[in-house]
């Protein structure tokens, strides 16, 4: 299994320490400042200075939270740092106004808020804050022992402070040793009162307990840095026991920490090695390719896209095997997000659907068969219908001959627009491109759409010196005739057909418009989809056909390099749209 997280060390690549290292780092600093001294003004003091130097704050104060007999909280000021000292007596007492203070020290929890107009106006501690830092936000965090409030440390953050769920954890772990600094302090402070009220005499060797008491407070630090680190390790074997074991290929990916990932050994048996990722760019390791063959860059791995915040993804992409074989996979990724929304990574399952792609093949191929054997009988029955007609003298014979053969013309046009389907999905489509002069080609199928429609109307317009393309004549020629013959059978008879050829820069657009119902804004997107046949008028009975026809346009166009599109206003006009893009002489 490959395993390479920054987050599984002390230690990143780049010299700096993990979160977890940074944490207990930050714990055993404030140990360290709090050791040596039970004085409850040193330890005030120390605790808000320690609170801007681990948590960055811009201003930290520390308030006491007594509750006498009657059960009311006296929240009065103890220690602050980087406040001025004009605003000490607005923050001083804060037992009777409505603050973020007292709100945390009511309610055990730490509060957090931005110091936007609604909350200054409301809370009194945010507003004295704001008349000298304008913080971004504001956080208030009880020090609790023994299930009750011992003090609350306050900070206000500026505009480059980190945000609220990135410093939230490591206030929880500076609180609980904060908390333990103030009991020592009240403990300390009530044995004081007791030795002085007891006399000198009954003090013996008080040095000692402080002593003790910062040896305490270390070894707790250093037990609880210890535990985190157990209970993250044992968190991180088992994520990945479950990666590992998966049955589907899956790989579980970290841009933060640039080519931190995680894969199942079905993906590394999928890729006959690491996953792409880890092994980006080195020869003789698995690539992600698209369905042309071209390795995918960095950048375009559905893992990395999906970590980058572009959402789900799904693609179908080939392996390319250190062997040189290639496994066709469906890629689906998405990205990992915590409670905030904040994108932490993302992951990504590979499915190998080489069987699925061969059933493909073969329907395929069976119907490009199917369509081929039926031009030999289709032949045999036109000859046989036209000797028929022109032997017999008959009125009623010529008529019936007539019939067959028109029947017979549209089964091989049927025919050879299911050859061409199949030909476009099994990716075995050709074209024979030459120098094509297209506005001849549009003079000639306009001319041949009249004859064979006299009651349809066809305009021709072309700008002058339009260049040559470089395209399949035969198979562009087919795309105009299933365009004329779509505008002469769903438009107004009495209409005519506009047809127009336009050089716009690169390429060249040709547009085919008719008047008639037109196609509702619904059965746009499916236009040139397989087997569509649309009519949008709901009295007219849908032509005849396989609905093939414009799926097939869309691939000999797309087959160029072009693009094809239409534009519908039900009841006005209807036009067909496509580009080819200019010779490179041209």
Known sequence: MTTISANDQLSAANGELAPAAQLAEAVVEACAALAGTLDPQQIHTTIVQQAIRLLGADIALLHGARSPAEGALHVRLLASSGLPGALDGALDDLTSTPSLVLRAAESCRIEHTAADAAVIER???VRALDACLRPCWVLAAPLLGAGRPLGVLTCAFGERSPTPHELIPRVQALGALFALALGSAEREGDKRTELHHRGPDDAGGASSPAQQRAEALLRDAQTARRE????????QQWLRSIIEDFPVAIAVFDERGRRSLVASRRCEQLCAGPHPLMTFGAPQHARLCAPTGRPLSHH????????????????????QRPDGTNIPVVVSAGPIRDDQ???????ASYEDITHFME????????LSIVAHDLKQPLTAIAACAGMLSRRSGDAGIQAWSGKILASVQRLERMAEDLLDASKLEARRFSLERRPTDLRALLHAAVELAAAERPEHAVVLTADDDVPPVHADAARMDQVLGNLLLNAAKYGDADAPIRVTLSLRDAELEVAIENRGPGISP?????????????SSDPSRSRPPGTGLGLYICKGIVEAHGGRIWAQSEPDETTSFHFTLPLSRGG
């Open 341 to 347: 929304g904040v994108i932490l990574g993302a992951i």
């Open 123 to 125: 809370l009194s501690d």
């Open 300 to 319: 375009e791995m559905p893992l990395v896209r999906a970590a980058r915040g572009e959402g789900t993804i799904c693609a179908e992409l080939y392996l």
């Open 359 to 366: 059933r493909e093949r073969l329907r395929e191929e069976w």
């Open 522 to 534: 619904d059965e746009l997107p499916r236009l040139f989809q397989r087997f569509q046949r649309l």
């Open 228 to 235: 985190a680190e157990d209970r993250l390790a044992a968190e």
